[in-house]
């Protein structure tokens, strides 16, 4: 950056420990040091915990602060205790990853459609049901978990709580992400391709499902990866929606066992949660790099996975 | 130029009708159960079991529940919860203003080419499970966890400290470490959007790099601040889990313990409900903020 060529008139000359200082007193911004420094610790602290606790789930004891030797145990090894062999923890695996399939596979179709139709629609209920799609994002988790509990124990009895109630919860917070997603891609996208063919004599019918959705592929992909790693990370939809022993999820489990002197297991069913949704991101972030530098559009798809959550 | 080609039935009903789905499934899954909870706040009780039973016509509504609660807020047991929650919130996002702005202005403007490392590390949060990362802090914290034996290890303390046991230092620090990225991700996006050259205008018109950053910086990231800030305080506001992992006690008891107990307990479902629209109406203000937020953001995307 050019602001450290801007002349100074010279100071004094020092001499020590004040030499070294005083310019950084006097411009702890020229060469950010002191920020760099922040920075750093900021990630080591808000990365370390989570590292350490990953470790621990390889924790060849029953301990969860003195190491004892590298084993993996806890996830298959103990015929008992482990991920694999203990009842609770495998099926709170199996309901974790049935609620984001299922998600992934109703939110994605009605929230690609939803985004198609609020991009181009232009009559006069366009405006509320762009507002009407908004309103997920901004509502706080514990008012759609009190809501949907409520609408399930009162009114909508053909379903109980338990799967059924949270795959619908999970699919009405994601549609709106979907959404987001698809959006951004149509955006930048634009309308003139589809134009194009319907000046070569498409309908528009044709024109949607010949070009627009051929050129969206990427984004629907995405759509999928995102989906799935939100209803896999929800916890307090999940939890307010909780059937019995069979509708706990991962993160359901972590919570209520947390505090009850647990073994590593529990460990070791959080990072199975912690990679699952890293690689699918990864690989949603990587599709989306890939469209990007097709297109040389701006941005990084690292922002834009981060924006997915806004 | 948009040249129809298609049928006019077609070309009129196309896009409606692709929103169709998402809609209905909207105003069936998301109105309704928002209006449920107005109905069983105002609804009337069963008077065999208790129960809380909703009553869906307005006219009928009994708002008997809503003057019991708010003489429980303004006064009674619930006036300490309120404010609790309020002196949580407010202390944890000051800290979080402070840890997060200094990493958010590092990343975006002086991180130079390692700054596609430092946004990887600071997404890196974001993706993981919020329960897990607070999971981590109960294994560090716990009696013989690694924080008392490192305290004990360099003699800062004799013996070890029970930090899960109702200190709301905990729950503050449990709250500021588990919102921080979403905090410094949109204001990263502010400050990353603001044009050099501006700032090398005010320096080139001798502005010392400490002035220019008071007077031109920082006014410029002021939205992604209350972006960021609202993006905190909304899920703070009726946070639960936190307050429960860290501590369960009494001590720590915040709006959202209340509702959540209220709820799924099973009595008190009127009370409950009563307490979550004044809490959506309490933090109505936040959402009204960043919804249109997002509408700007939407508008500037479409050009």
Same mark, same amino acid.
């Given at each position: ?87 609770? %923890? ?9 609620? @984001? ?6 939110? *994605? ?15 006069? %209920? ?131 066992? @947390? ?9 070791? %069913? ?26 040389? *559009?701006?941005?990084? @798809? ?9 | ?303």
């Amino acid at each position: 950056m050019s602001t450290e060529t801007v002349a100074r008139p010279a100071a004094l000359p020092r001499t020590g420990l004040a030499a070294r200082f005083t310019p950084w007193l006097r411009n702890p911004w020229g060469k950010p040091r002191f920020l760099a420094a922040w920075t750093w610790i900021y990630i080591v602290w808000s990365i370390v915990p989570v590292v350490i606790a990953v470790a621990f789930s390889f924790n060849a004891g029953r301990s969860r602060s003195a190491w004892q030797g590298f084993s993996f145990r806890w996830y298959w090894e103990d015929p008992d205790l482990s991920v694999l062999h203990d009842p609770s %923890l495998q099926s709170a695996m199996i309901q974790s990853l049935k609620l @984001a399939a299922l998600t992934m596979l109703i939110a *994605t179709p009605i929230g690609v459609a939803l985004a198609l139709g609020l991009a181009r629609w232009r009559g006069r %209920l366009a405006r509320p049901a762009n507002f009407l799609m908004l309103l997920p994002l901004v509502t706080p988790e514990i008012i759609m978990g009190v809501s949907l509990f409520l609408v399930f124990v009162h009114l909508f009895r053909f379903a109980d709580l338990g799967t059924v109630a949270q795959t619908i919860g999970h699919v009405t917070f994601t549609i709106s992400f979907v959404v987001i997603v698809i959006r951004g891609r149509l955006f930048a996208i634009g309308r003139e391709y589809e134009e194009a063919a319907m000046d070569l004599g498409a309908s528009r019918l044709q024109a949607l499902r010949f070009v627009l959705l051929p050129l969206l592929r990427p984004a629907i992909f995405a759509s999928l990866a995102i989906a799935f790693a939100l209803s896999i990370d929800d916890f307090v939809i999940s939890q307010f929606l909780v059937g019995g022993a069979d509708s706990v999820t991962i993160p359901v489990r972590l919570y209520s066992a @947390a505090r009850l002197g647990p073994t590593p297991a529990l460990n070791a %069913l959080a990072s199975i949660l912690l990679f699952s949704t890293l690689l699918v991101v990864t690989i949603a972030g990587l599709v989306l790099r890939r469209a990007k530098r097709r297109e040389a *559009t701006g941005g990084t @798809a690292v922002e834009d996975l981060a924006r997915f959550e806004l | 130029m948009t040249r129809a080609r298609g049928a006019p039935g077609e070309r009129r009903w196309l896009w409606p009708s692709l929103a169709a789905p998402g809609l209905s499934w909207l105003l069936i899954f998301f109105v309704t159960p928002v209006y449920a909870i107005l109905a069983v706040a105002m609804g009337r009780l069963d008077p065999i079991f208790g129960d809380a039973l909703p009553v869906w016509n307005p006219i009928q509504w009994d708002p008997s529940t809503f003057s019991s609660v708010f003489e429980a807020i303004f006064g009674g047991r619930l006036a300490q919860i309120f404010l609790r929650t309020f002196v949580f919130v407010v202390i944890a996002s000051m800290l979080t203003i402070l840890i997060g702005y200094p990493v958010a202005y590092y990343v975006s403007r002086r991180a130079g080419r390692w700054k596609g490392l430092f946004l990887l590390l600071i997404v890196a949060p974001f993706w993981i499970n919020y329960i897990m990362r607070m999971l981590a802090w109960v294994n560090l914290l716990d009696t013989d966890g690694l924080v008392n034996q490192a305290l004990m290890g360099v003699g800062l303390m004799g013996e070890p400290r029970n930090w899960l046991a109702g200190h709301p230092e905990t729950v503050i620090l449990g709250l500021v470490y588990g919102y921080i990225p979403f905090f410094v991700l949109p204001l990263y996006a502010a400050l990353d959007r603001i044009d050099k050259s501006v700032i090398e205008a005010a320096r080139d018109l001798g502005a010392s790099p400490f002035w220019a950053f008071v007077r031109v910086t920082l006014p410029l990231s002021k939205h992604g601040i209350l972006a960021g800030l609202v993006i905190i305080t909304l899920p703070m506001f009726g946070d639960y889990y936190t307050p429960n992992l860290l501590s369960a006690r009494a001590t720590t008891r915040m709006i959202g313990n209340e509702i959540e107990l209220f709820v799924t307990s099973g009595i008190g479902g009127a009370e409950g409900a009563a307490l979550t629209i004044v809490l959506m109406t309490f933090v109505a203000v936040l959402m009204l903020y960043y919804l249109f937020t997002v509408l700007r953001a939407q508008r500037e995307a479409a050009g």
